[in-house]
């Protein structure tokens, strides 16, 4: 069975861009949750969707957005894009069909913003 | 304060030894994941529990909702085991919160 699928793998962009992340779940998964990691803020929750709807959402501002797809392939966008969004972007699945079902990560997305 | 405090930060130990990492959190959770990551960032959930002691291999995990802590223990470390861990207490919705990781390595 293939694990969660990230791209791409790395993205430079600059300031004041927007960039598009994807993340494909394991095949019969429906929730997909995102974090970001920085080294100064460490991990933190952006998002979770399962059946194409925002399920729960964290402290980040409007700038960061995601969708779900029918197929639960999900992604997440960040517009207008600053000097601290440079970090590692990280997208997990589960079957979600209940909370707490084991959540499997992808190797991530490193997006350095100059 | 932090919800999620792991301790200790950092640990070096000896190839064979009995690791124990700690975790004390104050949000209420309805479970609680041990991540481990390998540089270059890939993670892997080693356990979710919610209740009890979960034992996996030479890892082993344990939780206390009542005192809202959990312990992540390695018997017979190994070079391999180096890594970060993370222990992520799960929020009611999925949403998880993160310690700050305790650095391992280990040495032959």
């Known amino acids: 069975k293939a694990g969660v699928t990230q791209t791409p793998r790395y993205l430079i962009k600059t300031r004041g861009q927007q960039v598009t992340l994807s993340c494909s779940p394991i095949s019969g998964h429906r929730s997909v949750s995102w974090y970001q990691q920085t080294p100064g803020q460490g991990l933190q929750f952006l998002f979770e969707y399962f059946s194409e709807t925002q399920r729960n959402k964290g402290n980040f501002p409007g700038r960061f957005s995601g969708r779900q797809f029918s197929n639960s392939r999900s992604e997440m966008n960040v517009s207008t894009l600053e000097l601290g969004d440079s970090a590692l972007y990280l997208c997990?699945?589960?079957?979600?069909?209940?909370?707490?079902?084991?959540?499997?990560f992808g190797n991530g997305t490193r997006l350095t913003v100059t | 304060k932090n919800e999620v405090e792991q301790s200790p930060q950092n640990l070096t130990a000896q190839e064979g030894e009995f690791i124990t990492i700690n975790c004390s959190y104050s949000v209420g959770i309805s479970a609680l994941h041990w991540l481990q990551q390998h540089p270059g960032g890939g993670i892997v959930s080693l356990f979710m529990?919610?209740?009890g002691k979960k034992k996996h291999g030479r890892l082993i995990a344990t939780i206390n909702i009542q005192e809202k802590h959990s312990s992540l223990h390695i018997t017979a470390s190994h070079p391999r085991d180096s890594a970060v861990y993370i222990c992520a207490p799960m929020e009611y919705g999925n949403k998880l919160v993160f310690g700050a990781g305790t650095i391992l390595r280990v040495k032959s």
């Open positions: 529990l919610s209740s």
């Open positions: 997990a699945s589960s079957l979600g069909q209940v909370y707490n079902s084991p959540l499997h």
